[in-house]
T-cell receptor, first 106, second 113 residues
Framework: EDKVVQSPLSLVVHEGDTVTLNCSYE??????LLWYKQEKKAPTFLFML????IEKKSGRLSSILDKKELFSILNITATQTGDSAVYLC??????FGTGTSLTVIP | DAGVTQSPTHLIKTRGQQVTLRCSPK?????VSWYQQALGQGPQFIFQ???????QRGNFPDRFSGHQFPNYSSELNVNALLLGDSALYLC????????????FGQGTRLTVV
């Protein structure tokens, strides 16, 4: 059965901390791993990863994919209260994890 | 440029009724995917439409059906509603259809009573 598992389920950190969110997958005919941020309703796109070992960066956020070990991580450095959200990872748009709920406290 | 728009935003239905949800994709996108998101869960893929045909389907019963129109907009129909169908229904559009980021709408909150 195809599945995506995220950990931790929830995380509470202080502003300025660095966090690492994990995503493992077991998906047949895997093509890409996507990360989304969901604050209220509509998930917003963060990264799409297709190649192993190549880090993608956007400001304080970065992500990398390991296709051999079937996982990805999302790093957020110098966290801000505006980073508080649920972070979702998905394999090929079709298989989503449960998400990691991140709360950043001032 | 309008993003993905969904209607209605909220809906209350009675068990056994039928419901139709609508989605207009982002300009230039020709692929529409539908998801069901229960509270505290990640989105569950229902199906994807491309060129007016169902291209891929998730593990949902036949009560869930859809349609895509020539202008790429889409409808999700759910028949014989169950209490368990209460969820946020998200529509996402993308181009090309596979291996691409999806842009999500704000969703339709369906409550079945």
């Amino acid at each position: 059965e195809d599945k995506v598992v995220q950990s931790p389920l929830s995380l509470v950190v202080h502003e300025g901390d660095t966090v690492t969110l994990n995503c493992s997958y077991e998906v047949t005919n895997f093509r890409s791993l996507l990360w989304y941020k969901q604050e209220k309703k509509a998930p917003t796109f963060l990264f799409m990863l297709t190649s192993s070992g190549i880090e993608k960066k956007s400001g304080r956020l970065s992500s990398i994919l390991d296709k051999k070990e079937l996982f990805s991580i999302l790093n957020i450095t110098a966290t801000q209260t505006g980073d508080s959200a649920v972070y979702l990872c998905a394999a090929d748009q079709f298989y989503f994890g449960t998400g990691t709920s991140l709360t950043v406290i001032p | 440029d309008a993003g993905v728009t969904q209607s209605p935003t909220h809906l209350i239905k009675t068990r056994g009724q039928q419901v139709t949800l609508r989605c207009s994709p982002k300009s230039g996108h020709d692929t529409v995917s539908w998801y069901q998101q229960a509270l505290g869960q990640g989105p569950q893929f229902i199906f994807q439409y491309y060129e007016e045909e169902e291209r891929q389907r998730g593990n949902f019963p036949d009560r869930f059906s859809g349609h895509q129109f020539p202008n790429y907009s889409s409808e999700l129909n759910v028949n014989a509603l169950l209490l368990g169908d209460s969820a946020l229904y998200l529509c996402a559009s993308s181009f090309p259809p596979l291996n691409a980021e999806a842009f999500f709408g704000q969703g339709t909150r369906l409550t079945v009573v």
